[in-house]
């Protein structure tokens, strides 16, 4: 379906105000186009005569001017009910849009700056309301006052009416030319657009990486030649415009009026027919009624362009495939975890994971460890159903994780980052995620089980606490104790701590060991972790390098065995050493 058709299909949702604008826009029209009939009456009919009847002329003029309140007032109703349809419809789109992204598939923000989305969902959605607002009063305007002046136009001389009547194709011919060139230029201007907001996004989230490595000049640098880029093609557009519109419709309007003096001069010469005045002004300010819809309707060619390019970004989102949120619900599971044969590959053929097999018992905290891009990460992505396998098979209780909905999934589990993400708002609703399940003592306890008290305790509104954006006020102990009580919160049966604390203070790290303990009775825990000092106690220690397992056991069994783990933890002992002795 085009992109004009889809439009039409949101606009049908909201018909009813758009179709009250329209209907005052056409009353309105009527109205307007019945002025030039009243005065050419008053012309010929009172002004022309040789005596000027005042009464008749006073209550013309009173009619006159009733009917141009009568325009203003229509013309309002039309502009509020046309804002309040295209208003709707760009709710509606940003709500489907915005909808439809928590269904995307996760490799699709990878590979998609959040800026470019952003754009996409306010700035291109913003793009379409004028569409409705601005392009589509204009156009419905100017063909209403078009086809109205034509009939008017008929009625006073159809001879010259068919002569204007040839304005209709030209204009036509004009839009199709005018849309050929103007669609490139606007598709680049859109892509710069959610280019530039890409960046600024990127320098806000990473400003203390530029400042501390002193990039500042590099950035402006990189960003003033991305804009230079808009800006030129914001240049052959504004050349584009300048050139197709106001010029364009002057040098008609005056070959239009050359035309209607010539007509009217060699009339009165050959036939000697004599116009009169009344219809020589009725004419006039008919033809002026013509060109101004004519200028409005030409005007609007850019908007119209940008609006249907931005449609068409905003629909190409939509059009991504996506999994619809499941309300399907599965009973809690006892955590039983199978990794069978399982191979994983972002793309292609490139496999970050190859043939990993192993099992994890209820209530068993099974460790990954190994270098960097080893897998440890792909294996938990897989097992939240980020992503599916690419081969293998990945069970839970003996059922194929693939076979159920990912939220169905996910609904047991939780995890635990190792750069914890908060949200604006409180730190309550960072635990409670605004989920009815979870009361302020639920949340309470859960924090207290993290000894997040000992932290937290002294933030002065306690649950109620203020938290900006990326919990950027508070500690990275605080964030991550904020982050593990939500978890233990929602109460899982599968836990995820992907390496949860390689960024906390020692004595934050040993509180949530503590709670440790306690807590992942009952669950089944996942750990990924640096420091090799927090998975002692794992129930199994799995060791992966490039992708594939070459080592598992208990702490104690694998340095025995002497292998990659033992050299791993000997040289972080060495480290620690060192810093102490230090």
């Excluded at 056409?26 to 009939?37: D, K, M, R």
């Excluded at 006039?284 to 908007?303: A, C, E, G, H």
């Amino acid at each position: 379906m085009s992109t004009s058709k889809r439009l039409t299909t949101y606009a049908m949702q909201y018909k009813r105000p758009i179709f009250l604008g329209l209907l005052f826009l056409t009353a309105a029209v009527f109205t307007e186009l019945s002025g030039p009939f009243i005065a050419k009456y008053i012309i010929d009919e009172h002004m022309m005569m040789g005596t000027i009847a005042i009464e008749p002329i006073a209550w013309l003029l009173c009619l006159y001017l009733l009917l141009s309140i009568a325009t203003a007032v229509l013309r309002y109703f039309m502009f509020v009910f046309l804002q309040m349809g295209a208003n709707r419809v760009v709710q509606k789109l940003r709500q489907d849009v915005f909808g439809h992204m928590q269904t995307l598939p996760i490799q699709y923000f990878d590979h998609l700056p959040a800026g470019k989305i952003v754009a996409r969902v306010t700035n291109d959605t913003e793009a379409v309301r004028n569409l409705y607002v601005q392009v589509l009063s204009n156009f419905v305007t100017g063909l209403i006052s078009i086809a109205g002046v034509y009939v008017a136009l008929f009625i006073l001389n159809w001879k010259m009416a068919l002569i204007a009547l040839t304005l209709v194709p030209v204009i036509y011919l004009w839009m199709i030319l005018y849309r050929r060139y103007a669609a490139g230029y606007n598709k680049v201007i859109r892509s710069k657009i959610a280019d530039l907001n890409a960046m600024m996004n990127e320098s806000i989230q990473g400003m203390a990486i530029i400042q501390a490595f002193r990039r500042e000049k590099q950035m402006t640098s990189e960003f003033d030649e991305m804009n230079e880029e808009h800006y030129a093609y914001q240049r052959k557009l504004l050349v584009l415009d300048s050139a197709t519109s106001f010029n364009l419709v002057g040098a008609i309007r005056l070959l239009m009026f050359a035309i209607f003096i010539f007509y009217f001069g060699t009339q009165s010469i050959t036939t000697g027919a004599v116009v009169t005045a009344g219809t020589l002004y009725a004419f006039v300010d008919y033809l002026t009624k013509l060109f101004n819809p004519i200028t409005n309707i030409v005007n609007q060619f850019s908007q119209l362009e940008r609006s249907l390019v931005a449609a068409s970004r905003v629909f190409e989102v939509l059009d991504i495939n996506g999994e619809e949120v499941s309300r399907e619900t599965v009973p809690r599971y006892e955590g039983r975890v199978t990794f069978k044969d399982v191979s994983f590959a972002y793309k292609d053929d490139e496999y970050v994971l190859k043939n990993i097999s192993f099992e994890a018992d209820r209530g068993e905290t099974v460790a990954f460890v190994g270098h960097t891009g080893s897998g440890k990460s792909s294996i938990m992505n897989l097992l939240l159903r980020f992503y599916d396998p690419s081969k293998g098979k990945i069970s839970i209780d003996g059922i194929d994780i693939t076979t159920v909905p990912r939220q169905a999934i996910r609904k047991h589990m939780a995890i635990v980052l190792q750069d914890p993400y908060l949200f604006t708002g409180t730190v309550y609703s960072n635990i409670s995620l605004h989920d009815p399940r979870i009361t302020r003592e639920k949340a309470a306890e859960a924090l207290r089980a993290v000894g997040g008290e000992r932290v937290l305790g002294h933030l002065k509104k306690g649950l109620d606490e203020p938290v900006v954006e990326k919990g950027s006020t508070l500690s990275s102990g605080q964030r991550q104790l904020i982050s593990f009580a939500r978890a233990l919160a929602f109460d899982p049966a599968i836990l995820i701590l992907d390496e949860a604390t390689s960024n906390i203070d020692t004595e934050t790290e040993e509180v949530i060991q503590h709670a440790m303990e306690v807590l992942k009775k009952g669950r089944t825990t996942f750990m990924i972790a640096h420091r090799l000092s927090t998975i002692k106690n794992a129930d199994r220690i799995l060791v992966l390098e490039r992708g594939s397992m070459k080592e598992q056991g208990t702490h104690e069994e694998l340095l025995r065995l002497g292998g990659i783990y033992n050299q791993m933890y000997q040289m972080q002992a060495k480290s620690l050493k060192g810093k102490i002795s230090v």
